[in-house]
């Protein structure tokens, strides 16, 4: 499967964005998919994952309330919703589909084989 993330760009902090992230070549519905972010010389760190099942997103704690992880099966996309953008928010986001078929990963990025090219993400203060 190829990834494709878009919607990433400048923005000033209190404001939103919403990235989007674009399959093809192959299924979302039956994966976990995650969103991880790497800010500027920093590690890679989780962001939020929407499990396969209609269950409840996952939320890294910096962002919970803010940002809401979202899929639509029939667009074979997922999204991120991110509001109340901060300073500490930038980063280039990352999405991934999970190892497992009808598995789980949450928020250990060794679970998930397959990554979008990054969007970057600019929040200015």
């Known amino acids: 499967v190829q990834l494709q993330a878009s919607g990433g760009g400048l923005v000033q902090a209190g404001g939103s964005l919403r990235l989007s992230c674009a399959a093809s070549g192959g299924t979302i519905s039956s994966y976990e998919m995650g969103w991880f972010r790497q800010p500027p010389g920093k590690e890679r760190e989780f962001v939020a994952s929407i499990p396969w099942y209609y269950g409840s997103s996952s939320y890294a704690a910096s962002v919970k309330g803010r940002f809401n992880a979202l899929r639509d099966n029939a667009k074979n996309t997922v999204y991120l919703q991110m509001n109340s953008l901060k300073s500490e928010d930038t980063a280039v986001y990352y999405c991934?589909?999970?190892?497992?078929?009808?598995?789980?990963?949450?928020?250990?990025?060794?679970?998930?084989?397959?990554w979008g090219q990054g969007t970057l993400v600019t929040v200015s203060s």
């Open positions: 991934a589909r999970a190892k497992l078929e009808y598995g789980r990963a949450e928020r250990d990025d060794v679970d998930y084989t397959d």
